[in-house]
Nanobody, 118 residues
Framework: QVQLVESGGGLVQAGGSLRLSCAAS????????MGWYRQAPGKQREQVAVIASGGSTKYGDSVKGRFTISRDNAKNTVYLQMNSLKPEDTAVYYCNAFQIRSGINDYWGQGTQVTVSS
């Protein structure tokens, strides 16, 4: 069972930046894909960015060029650097760990609120 703890959310003005962190309870080098998802009120959860164990990344269309996902295996932490924030980025951001080990394991953090004011 992998536990994920997000931090770094908060209130920021449009155009500002935030960095989210996701600390895992075990080595993330054993986790196939780690990612960030978000859910705004009344909307479905959407993928923001994912990073594979080999380092390849994928971003949602709405955040390309503004957000950057990275991982520090030594710290068992994944980051999401968010720049040029827009009010439409307001959501609860969730960290996810997708692991194939003795089956498929899908873990979620508790979420962190990001609010962007106009």
């Amino acid at each position: 069972q992998v536990q994920l703890v997000e931090s770094g959310g908060g209130l920021v003005q449009a155009g500002g930046s935030l960095r989210l962190s996701c600390a895992a309870s075990e080595s993330i080098s054993s986790i196939n894909v780690m990612g960030w998802y978000r859910q705004a009120p009344g909307k479905q959860r959407e993928q923001v960015a994912v990073i594979a164990s080999g380092g390849s990344t994928k971003y949602g269309d709405s955040v390309k060029g503004r957000f950057t996902i990275s991982r520090d295996n030594a710290k068992n932490t994944v980051y999401l650097q968010m720049n040029s924030l827009k009010p439409e980025d307001t959501a609860v951001y969730y960290c996810n760990a997708f692991q194939i080990r003795s089956g498929i394991n899908d873990y979620w953090g508790q979420g962190t609120q990001v609010t962007v004011s106009s």
